[in-house]
C-alpha cells in the first residue's frame, strides 16, 4: 500500500530518506541536522554554477530535495564568483550558521558523496567541471569514496 496515495510522492521521500541517511553519518543521527547540510551544501553548490548548469542540476534532483534546492534561489543574480576552497566552505557555514556544530568541509564531502552515487555520470562530471580545482577536490575520489 502507498503511504502518500501518489507514486510520485512515494518514491521522492524514499530517495530522500536513503539520501538522508547517508548524510546524517557526518553531522549526526539527527535527521533535521542531515536535512539542513543537504540544504546548505546545495545551495552554495547552486550559487556557484552557471544558470545553466543549475538548472541541469536542479533537473537531476528527486522531487522533495529539489524544493531544498530551488529554495531562496534568485536566477537573476549573478554567479558567485567563487574561487577558494575556504570561500564555498563560507558560504555553507553562512547555511549552517544557526545549527550547532556542523562542519562544513564535513558537509560539502558527505552530500558530494550522495550526489556522486545518485545522479547520473555526465552531470556529475559537468558540475565538477564548473567548480575551481580547490573545491573539486572535496567531491569523493574514483572509487566513490569520500
Not at 530518506?17 to 543521527?29: D, F, M, Q, R, Y
Not at 549573478?78 to 556542523?102: C, H, S, W, Y
Not at 550522495?114 to 574514483?142: I, N
Request: with cysteine; net charge negative.
Amino acid at each position: 500500500m502507498s503511504a502518500t496515495g501518489l507514486d510520485v510522492f512515494d518514491k521522492t521521500l524514499q530517495t530522500t530518506n536513503t539520501w538522508l541517511k547517508e548524510i546524517a553519518s557526518v553531522p549526526g543521527p539527527d535527521r533535521q541536522r542531515a536535512w539542513r547540510a543537504l540544504g546548505a551544501v546545495l545551495r552554495a553548490l547552486r550559487d556557484r554554477l552557471t544558470l545553466d548548469e543549475a538548472a541541469h542540476l536542479g533537473a537531476e534532483l528527486p522531487l522533495l530535495v529539489r524544493g531544498l534546492y530551488y529554495d531562496q534561489w534568485r536566477p537573476s543574480e549573478q554567479t558567485v564568483p567563487v574561487r577558494k576552497r575556504e570561500e564555498f566552505l563560507a558560504m555553507i557555514e553562512d547555511n549552517l550558521a544557526d545549527t550547532g556544530t556542523i562542519d562544513p568541509e564535513d558537509a560539502a564531502r558527505a552530500v558530494f558523496g550522495v550526489l556522486d552515487r545518485h545522479l547520473a555520470c555526465g552531470e556529475v562530471a559537468q558540475v565538477k567541471k564548473m567548480l575551481p580545482a580547490e573545491v573539486r577536490t572535496l567531491w569523493p575520489d574514483q572509487t566513490g569514496m569520500p
